[in-house]
């Protein structure tokens, strides 16, 4: 039977199952077509999920710096077009992320006839002097619209998903909405973690069982220093949303037929899709956040100031989703799920009772 | 009698009438693609624009609610004037027609909402105003230009000049915007069509009803979030 990789968790709602209940309260904090994976195997859902991506060791002797990992993913990448001659397409959207990608590309290269950036008007607004002065005349361009039907194989096509995963969580910047700034940088506890699930709708037994589930899965994994409330968020969003962000794409592309994961290793890469950027991720928490919501993502922010030199950005871009813009107007299966034999399957209509699974997290 | 509505010039009113029932009014609206989605329903159904500002437009069309249940009226023109009257006792207690525009009345009511989800999208799209507005001078002019021969019309050259750039670099920065703005407007469109006629088709319940517009809403925007 398939295991599920990703799908719409309105359909798991079920109030005549207490351990379902259970697991589905986070869906008042999480957007329902978010499925959360637990990457270290140790949270169980109530629906049977394949772990697509087992959290990474680091490296003994790890110290690369963040600018350090961004130029040798994109001297990777140039390789890797290389090798199968084919051409890379940046899917750009003017934010901090795929603005700190397209830089390492252009500090891996002065080449830039291989790659092509995909953008629409909203990626030039959002960062115009960007646009104007390092994108304009010296890539090829493409309509962003056309994203999802990218994946043919003619390009290889490479996006800023990650990134936030590795520095935060947007659950940082509503945090700050309803907490002073300062108790970002709290340590965790009950005390501070609770009571921000309840306020956005979970009961308080709910936010008890979900904070000592989290608070248990750091303890016993221990893999890198997670002490403050920043570093709780964005422990969730880097071992739990990892798969989700994969898949998302993915789920909604046009040429379903093509999907292998062969395919997706030549023709679908997300740049923060590393090993590298990981290790860095687990290893600096205080690169991640600094200050409040506009110190977000500073170590990738400084990163692009040093290229751009462009200070008014550095010190007042925040991030802001944009992804969503170029998901508009598409369709998507109930489910994404993967077979034995490794293929995929994409679930139009979905069985839920089919991958019920009675031995769970949320039932002991 | 009631003060002759004021509409501002020039607003049509669509009035949407039953041709198999001497064009009894079944309902009025602003919306055009409103109205027309809903005459594909059924082949009785008849559209009539009405020029509401124009002397020749009966004063009544200003005066009666023709969205209300209780009252039914008949659309007629004459050489030079657009009537409408009061049905008689007999056609307005019909209970076939009663029955077929509560009916119209229901599945109006999704299209309408259908139609402002779709245009509401386009609003919240990556399309400008700008570009929308200027997207046929612009169209026209890309299509004059041959990119392989390295020939661009002067109007391109023109825009080149007056944003710092070459002219190939104008004409592909402007074909960019031009097909992001098509690939947008024509997955809105489909979209728009396909639940268009499903409105159409199924049964007139509201929970049935509701039901494709939760899919057209899905689909244009809940499935985008992510």
Known sequence: MSKLLLSKNGQFEDPTKPDVVEWYSIYKLINLNVSLVDRCDIIENPYVFHNHFPIPTIPLGFNKTYEEVCIGRAEELLAHAKSINKTIVILYSGGIDSTALVIAFLRATTDTSNITIALNTASINENPNFYYQHIRGKFKMLPSERTLDMLTGEYIMVGGEFNDQLFGSDLMGEYQKVYPVDTLFELYSEANIVPFLESNGMTAAQSKKWYSLINNHIRSTNLCEIKYVKDFFWWLNFSFKWQSVYFRIISRTARRDLITQDFLNNYYQQFYNTQDFQSWSMMNPDKKIIRDWRGYKIACKEFILSYTGDKEYFDNKIKMGSLSGVFRQRSVPDALAINDDGTFEFIDTIDMSKYYNPVNGFNR | ?226
């Open chain 2, 1 to 226: 009698m009631p003060a002759k509505k004021q509409f501002s010039n020039p607003e049509f009113m669509y009035i949407v009438c039953d041709s198999t029932n001497l064009n009894a009014i079944l309902l009025s609206t602003g919306s055009e693609s409103s109205a027309k989605a809903i005459t594909l329903s059924n082949r009785r159904l008849k559209i009539f624009p009405i020029e509401t500002w124009a002397n020749w437009i009966d004063e009544n069309f200003s005066n009666f609610n023709f969205n209300d249940l209780n009252k039914t009226y008949l659309y007629s023109w004459r050489p030079g004037k657009r009537l409408v009257v009061e049905a008689d006792a007999a056609l307005s207690t019909d209970r076939n027609l009663i029955d077929f525009r509560k009916e119209v009345k229901s599945r109006f009511v999704w299209h309408d909402a259908l139609d402002i989800l779709c245009n509401s999208v386009m609003c919240s799209n990556t399309e400008t105003p700008l570009h929308s507005k200027y997207g046929d001078s612009i169209i026209g002019q890309l299509q004059q230009c041959d990119i392989s021969n390295n020939y661009f019309t002067d109007a391109i050259i023109a825009y080149a000049t007056a944003t710092n750039c070459t002219p190939a670099t104008a004409y592909e920065e402007l074909k960019l915007h031009m097909e992001n703005m098509a690939h947008a407007r024509l997955r809105n469109l489909g979209i728009y069509i396909k639940h268009r006629n499903l409105l159409n088709s199924v049964e007139p319940t509201n929970a049935a009803l509701k039901k494709v517009y939760d899919s057209a809403k899905d689909e244009l925007i809940m499935n985008s979030l992510v």
